[in-house]
């Protein structure tokens, strides 16, 4: 009998031998829904299980730098911030989390270097379940690749083992399980997985009564997401490093993953780092809110930084519990939107750069 590690690894070879196409989709599928059953299942094996890297999460938003190997991560983090982490020309230098302070639009940003990822971590290999772990703390991930490496489709498979899904949007999928009656799926007439698929996929989970409710367009991955549950939706974006190195764009390129943004940088020579620099705060998605003082003062220095999607009630509540009882109206000016001064409610979401004046009634 094979352990579940190999098993774990069969399926994974042969996903990465199967050529992604619409005759093989089924096929691949399947197996990704009986490598997570199997994942789940070593998991339960192991006791106490990767008790990861203690980290204190300190600024206003934490970025993990995730990706093979000697490809750059320590040299990028010294770059992006004050740090001195360790670099070396042979793999595993880095053997824990090196943080790092960037200043960037006001916003402090703790950058992490972790080491490097190599195949089946999130079965336990390198210290693959410890950087795992750590990558959970994380609000971004940039993924790290350089002009010579294979692409990023392992590390993502191996987020994805972890249950970290990078770069993809958390979709509406509900289930009510029932003791008989089969399986019912209620779903969007325009769905591109089969019914047939999806019940095989159910299967796999062992699930032989349930109504499924899938209320937008899925995929095959995110039924299976959905199922293996105790899943975190994180936000990604790729620096492709070396890239003073001679390299072919398009090639790199095409074998991406599709829907993530991406930038090719030198650590060596600093191009595009300052690029990187605005992608990550984009990637964030942070806004910028400034505050006016009574006095009409703006300190544009020290913004709030906050996410995206913010209500004026945040503001309120980060100044303090008494702002927040005595709150009239706020006024926002930004002559970046329509209507450049507006007086809004509690409710009222900000966007970047909006500055605000809170109107309190005494
Ligand atoms: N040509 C070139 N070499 C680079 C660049 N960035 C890093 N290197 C070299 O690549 C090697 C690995 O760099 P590190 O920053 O230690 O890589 P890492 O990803 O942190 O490696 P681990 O900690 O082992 O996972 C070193 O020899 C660096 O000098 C770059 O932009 N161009
Ligand atoms: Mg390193």
Same mark, same amino acid.
């Given at each position: ?22 005759? $093989? ?36 938003? $934490? ?29 595993? $230098? ?269």
């Amino acid at each position: 009998m094979p352990t579940i590690e190999e098993r774990i690894k069969d399926i994974e070879n042969e996903i990465k031998k199967t050529q992604y196409n619409k005759a $093989t989709e089924h096929h691949i599928g399947i197996l990704k829904a009986k490598m997570s059953q199997l994942i789940i299942e070593a998991e339960s094996h192991k006791k106490g299980g990767g008790r990861g890297f203690a980290i204190q999460k300190s600024g206003d938003a $934490t970025v993990a730098l995730v990706g093979f190997p000697n490809v750059g991560k320590s040299s990028i983090l010294n770059r992006l911030t004050n740090s001195d982490s360790e670099i070396g020309s042979y793999a595993f $230098t880095t053997l824990k989390v090196i943080p790092g302070t960037m200043k960037y639009n006001g916003a402090i940003l703790q950058i992490l270097d972790l080491p490097g990822i190599i195949e089946n971590a999130a079965s336990g290999s390198g210290r693959g379940r410890e950087v795992l772990s750590a990558v959970r703390a994380a609000d971004l991930i940039l993924l790290v690749t350089d002009v010579k490496s294979k692409g990023l489709n392992t590390i993502i498979l191996e987020l994805r083992n972890a249950g970290i899904v990078v770069g993809r949007k958390k979709k509406n999928i509900a289930m009510k399980r029932t003791g008989s009656g089969g399986i019912r799926i209620y779903s969007p007439r325009t769905i591109s997985v089969k019914e047939e698929e999806i019940k095989e996929i159910l299967k796999e989970f062992k699930i032989t009564n349930c109504d499924l409710y899938i209320r937008e367009n899925v995929d095959v991955d995110d039924i299976i997401d959905f199922l293996r549950g105790n899943t975190m939706h994180v936000p990604a974006v790729i620096a492709i490093n070396k890239s003073d190195l001679p390299h072919d764009r398009k090639e790199i390129v095409s074998a991406l993953p599709p829907k993530l943004e991406y930038l090719f940088i030198s650590a060596s020579t600093g191009e595009g780092i300052e690029d990187l620099k605005n992608l990550i705060f984009r990637g964030l998605n942070l806004v910028r809110i400034y505050l006016r003082e009574k006095s009409g003062e703006v300190d544009y220095e020290r913004p709030l930084i906050l996410r995206s999607g913010v209500r004026v009630r945040e503001v309120c509540r980060k100044i303090s519990r008494e702002m927040l009882s005595s709150f009239k109206y706020a006024i926002i000016l930004n002559s970046k939107r329509k209507q450049s001064e507006i007086r809004a409610g509690l409710d009222y979401e900000l966007r970047d750069e909006d500055i605000v004046t809170l109107v309190s009634r005494n």
